[in-house]
């Protein structure tokens, strides 16, 4: 079973980050070669010599956060400077996703992504929304998962699984407001937030409404899905660099993995859907078409390994280039939110408690 590690941080946001840099300083440098190497690989494989634009990239990225979130910055140098690496190539690692697109943008295809969902209070056993995803990337990237808990001087209580020495990913705050993300892919990019940032910029509001307007209003690199759910409701919001179509949360479950569903986005995808993502949307959208659902459920349809290699939960044992590298499941008006490191079936389940009140 895989363990997932923990460590609790407080302060002002630099101080937060340098106390991440330091205790987490081995698996922080440790990440950065290792997506930097699979960016080189990335590029390599598609022909492409551009890596002398990581540089500027990086740069850029920095300077873009810096002037848009000053506090999220903050705390990035913070952890750069604990961990003794380059804040630029971090940032850049961090968001590699995004970021490698604005390197070059590449036709060919890949089998990376995420699995999410939210499901409606009439559909749940305890009458309130559940938010879930699966959170699949670099095989490699399993051994440098972590929860993040936040405790800042001011703003809300957050935990977040994510990277070493990396911002929001998928997490909740204090307050019951979850977030978390798909990869999309859309050809139009552009200089912007990556979406981690906009993750850890947008977990520090009161409510899913105030976290939907940061993403919806933000310069963004490249194509996400956002996930922003409370106790109210949630709103999915499928978004390419320079559109955002809404969905919020009605009678039925929403779904989405690693293709578009918007027609408008559909016409920019540079490449046909994977096969991956296609099997794991019809997977978990046949699960949660009947029934109610509880905690125990929605670790059953994050655990579904009924295609094997296809399934929504993706071992490494498969031997694929992407591995499920960490699990989360919310309840936001319980304020209840449970993690796993690797695949929902293989990973230690726990409860992250919070410890204000909210």
Same mark, same amino acid.
């Given at each position: 079973?895989?363990?997932?590690?923990?460590?609790?941080?407080?302060?002002?946001?630099?101080? *937060?980050?340098?106390?991440?840099?330091?205790?987490?300083?081995?698996?922080?440098?440790?990440?950065?070669?290792?997506?930097?190497? +699979?960016?080189?690989?990335?590029? #390599?494989?598609?022909?492409?010599?551009?890596? @002398?634009?990581?540089?500027?990239?990086?740069?850029?990225?920095?300077?873009?956060?810096?002037?848009? %979130?000053?506090?999220?910055?903050?705390?990035? *140098?913070?952890?750069? +400077?604990?961990?003794?690496?380059?804040?630029?190539?971090?940032?850049?690692?961090?968001?590699?996703?995004?970021?490698?697109?604005?390197?070059?943008?590449?036709? #060919?295809?890949? %089998? +990376?992504?995420?699995?999410?969902?939210?499901? &409606? &209070?009439?559909?749940?056993?305890?009458?309130?929304?559940?938010?879930?995803?699966?959170?699949?990337?670099?095989?490699? %990237?399993?051994?440098?998962?972590?929860?993040? @808990?936040?405790?800042?001087?001011?703003?809300? +209580?957050?935990?977040?699984?994510?990277?070493?020495?990396?911002?929001?990913?998928?997490?909740?705050?204090?307050?019951?407001?979850?977030?978390?993300?798909?990869?999309?892919?859309?050809?139009?990019?552009?200089?912007?937030?990556?979406?981690?940032?906009?993750?850890?910029?947008?977990?520090?509001?009161?409510?899913?409404?105030?976290?939907?307007?940061?993403?919806?209003?933000?310069?963004?690199?490249?194509? =996400?899905?956002?996930?922003?759910?409370?106790?109210?409701?949630?709103?999915?919001?499928?978004?390419?660099?320079?559109?955002?179509?809404?969905?919020?949360?009605?009678?039925? &479950?929403?779904?989405?993995?690693? =293709?578009?569903?918007?027609?408008? =986005?559909?016409?920019?995808? &540079?490449?046909?859907?994977?096969?991956?993502?296609? =099997?794991?949307?019809?997977?978990?959208?046949?699960?949660?078409?009947?029934?109610?659902?509880?905690?125990?459920?929605?670790?059953?349809?994050?655990?579904?390994?009924?295609?094997?290699?296809?399934?929504?939960?993706?071992?490494?044992?498969?031997?694929?280039?992407?591995?499920?590298?960490?699990?989360?499941?919310?309840?936001?008006?319980?304020?209840?939110?449970?993690?796993?490191?690797?695949?929902? %079936?293989?990973? @230690?389940?726990?409860?992250?408690?919070?410890?204000?009140?909210?």
């Amino acid at each position: 079973m895989y363990e997932l590690d923990q460590i609790t941080v407080s302060g002002d946001a630099r101080s *937060m980050g340098r106390q991440q840099g330091e205790a987490l300083r081995d698996r922080v440098q440790s990440l950065l070669g290792h997506r930097l190497n +699979e960016m080189t690989n990335y590029l #390599a494989d598609r022909s492409v010599d551009r890596m @002398h634009r990581i540089e500027e990239v990086g740069q850029t990225c920095l300077s873009r956060l810096r002037d848009w %979130d000053p506090e999220g910055w903050d705390e990035h *140098m913070g952890v750069a +400077e604990g961990a003794e690496v380059d804040a630029a190539r971090l940032l850049l690692v961090l968001n590699m996703t995004d970021t490698r697109d604005l390197v070059c943008w590449s036709p #060919a295809g890949d %089998d +990376e992504g995420c699995t999410a969902l939210s499901i &409606p &209070p009439d559909r749940t056993r305890s009458s309130t929304v559940i938010m879930a995803q699966s959170w699949d990337l670099n095989r490699g %990237d399993i051994e440098h998962v972590v929860a993040v @808990h936040r405790l800042p001087d001011e703003g809300p +209580e957050t935990w977040s699984v994510t990277v070493a020495g990396g911002p929001t990913l998928i997490g909740m705050n204090e307050h019951g407001l979850w977030v978390g993300t798909t990869n999309l892919k859309t050809s139009d990019v552009q200089d912007g937030i990556g979406y981690m940032n906009l993750l850890h910029r947008a977990i520090r509001q009161p409510d899913r409404i105030r976290a939907a307007a940061v993403i919806e209003s933000a310069t963004r690199i490249a194509a =996400h899905t956002y996930w922003l759910g409370d106790q109210g409701g949630a709103v999915q919001l499928e978004c390419s660099a320079s559109d955002v179509i809404r969905h919020d949360l009605a009678a039925d &479950p929403i779904v989405q993995t690693n =293709h578009c569903l918007d027609a408008g =986005h559909q016409a920019r995808e &540079p490449e046909a859907a994977s096969v991956s993502s296609r =099997h794991r949307f019809d997977r978990a959208t046949a699960l949660l078409a009947e029934g109610e659902f509880d905690l125990e459920a929605v670790r059953g349809v994050l655990s579904d390994r009924s295609e094997g290699a296809l399934s929504i939960s993706r071992h490494p044992e498969d031997g694929e280039p992407t591995t499920t590298n960490a699990c989360l499941i919310g309840i936001p008006a319980e304020r209840r939110l449970e993690a796993c490191r690797g695949p929902a %079936d293989q990973g @230690h389940w726990v409860r992250l408690p919070f410890v204000r009140s909210g």
